[in-house]
C-alpha cells in the first residue's frame, strides 16, 4: 500500500490512531517506514472510558518524534457509540495536550442530517484555544466554511467530493485560501468516484486533489505544490 501510494506521488502519509492501541501501532508502523507520520488521539466513537490516564498517555506517546499531530478527536452525534459526555471531556482533553504541545488537532465533526449540533459546538468549544493550529478532517459542513476561515483552520477535503450528490460541499472547495488547503483519503472510507467500489487507500488521494484543483480552476501541479507545503508547514514533516 505504501509503494502504490509512492509511485502515484504521494511522498509523506499521516496515519491516525483511534485509541491506546491502535495509537501504538500507528507508532510502530510510522518508525518503520520513511515518509510514514502518526496522529495519536481518541477517536469520539470510542470516547466512552476516557478519563485523565488515558489523556496522559495520548500526551506521552506524543513526545515520539514521529508523532506530528494529536487526533484525530472532536463530536459525532450521528452516530451512537459514544457518550456525548465522554466524547465532549475526551474532546477538551485532547485539545489542551495540542495547544500546550502545540502541535496541530485534527478535528472529526459529525451531525445528525439537518442538524448542526456538532459542529457548533466543536466551534464553540475551540474559542478556548485561540492559537491553536485546526485542521477540520474530512470537510463535511460547507455552510461553516466561511466561519472556519475567519478564525485560519485547515480544511481537508477527501473523496467524497467526488461524487455527483455532493454539490455544497464542493462550491467550499473554491472558499478555501491557498494556504489552508488540504487534501485526504479518509482511507479505508470515501473512496473517490472512479473507485467507489474498492477499500480505500493512500494512492488514491490523486483522484481527490484532481478534483480539487478542478473546482479551484487551477492545474493539478499547482494544486500539488500548495498541499504539499501546507502539509509541510501544519507537521513540520
Known sequence: MIGAAREA???KILTVGLDEASNREQIALANAFAGLYAAVGR???????????????IE??????????IGET???????TADPDSQRLAFIKQADIAA??????????????????????????????????VILHCFSTPDWVERAVERDWYCSFSGNITYPANEDLRSAVAKVPDDRIMVETDAPYLTPQS????????????ETAEKVAELRGIGYA????????????????
Open 195 to 206: 473507485r467507489r467500489r474498492e477499500r480505500n487507500e493512500p494512492a488514491f488521494v490523486v
Open 100 to 133: 500546550r504541545l502545540e502541535m496541530p488537532l485534527v478535528i472529526h465533526c459529525r451531525d445528525q442530517q439537518g442538524k448542526e449540533d456538532a459542529v457548533s459546538e466543536i466551534f464553540a468549544t475551540l474559542e478556548e484555544f485561540p492559537d491553536l493550529t
Open 74 to 80: 472532536g463530536l459525532d452525534f450521528f452516530r451512537e
Open 60 to 69: 506521552q506517546l506524543a513526545a515520539d518524534p514521529k508523532v506530528v499531530a
Open 222 to 237: 499547482e494544486l500539488d505544490e500548495l498541499v504539499s507545503a501546507n502539509a509541510a508547514r501544519v507537521y513540520g514533516w
Open 9 to 11: 506521488g504521494v511522498e
Open 43 to 57: 477517536h469520539p466513537n470510542d470516547a466512552d472510558g476516557f478519563d485523565e490516564s488515558a489523556a496522559a498517555d
